[in-house]
């Protein structure tokens, strides 16, 4: 009998580990910081017409550095701004069509890794979105939320 109570107490230490490790909730991720001080927010651009992660919060004044990965099979595009420029660089690109890189923008081949480094200089909510034609109307957009 004696015995027994380390075994119980090892098998009850086990089920606890077990059952956190079965839990589902990971830690939170810590910001990745470069080796140059800036932040880095890495997003992958789906051709099930989202960014994961789909919504992140900066601190205004803050340099970031998106790292974005185009992991479907057709060209995809990662455009910040706010609402307004969303709908001015989706008129834009209704009329060209092409992907291209621009001071708030990168454009994405398939398979294919690009940065884009942005300061946000106000607290508010700010896009990013996809705009290759039909993209963005079927929700391809990730939500910015700049904190004081």
């Known amino acids: 009998m004696i015995r027994s109570r380390p075994l119980r107490a090892l098998?009850?230490?086990?089920?606890?580990?077990?059952?956190?490790?079965?839990?589902?909730?990971?830690?939170?991720?810590?910001?990745?910081?470069?080796?140059?001080g800036v932040r880095e927010i890495a997003l992958k651009a789906l051709d099930a017409f989202r960014f994961e992660p789909a919504s992140f919060a900066v601190k205004a004044g803050e340099k970031v550095r998106f790292v974005v990965t185009n992991r479907g099979a057709i060209?995809?595009?990662f455009f910040v701004g706010d609402a307004?420029?969303?709908d001015m660089h989706e008129r834009e690109m209704a009329g060209s069509g092409m992907v291209h890189?621009?001071?708030?923008?990168?454009?994405?081949?398939?398979?294919?890794?690009?940065?884009l480094e942005v300061t946000f200089s106000q607290p508010g909510?700010?896009?990013?979105?996809?705009?290759?034609p039909v993209h963005y109307g079927a929700g391809m957009k990730a939500t910015i939320d700049v904190t004081p």
């Open 75 to 77: 060209p995809h595009e």
């Open 11 to 36: 098998v009850a230490v086990a089920a606890l580990v077990a059952l956190a490790g079965c839990s589902g909730a990971a830690p939170p991720a810590a910001p990745s910081v470069a080796p140059d």
């Open 84 to 86: 307004a420029a969303q």
């Open 101 to 115: 890189d621009d001071p708030m923008g990168i454009g994405l081949e398939p398979g294919q890794t690009k940065t």
């Open 125 to 132: 909510q700010m896009l990013a979105g996809c705009h290759v």
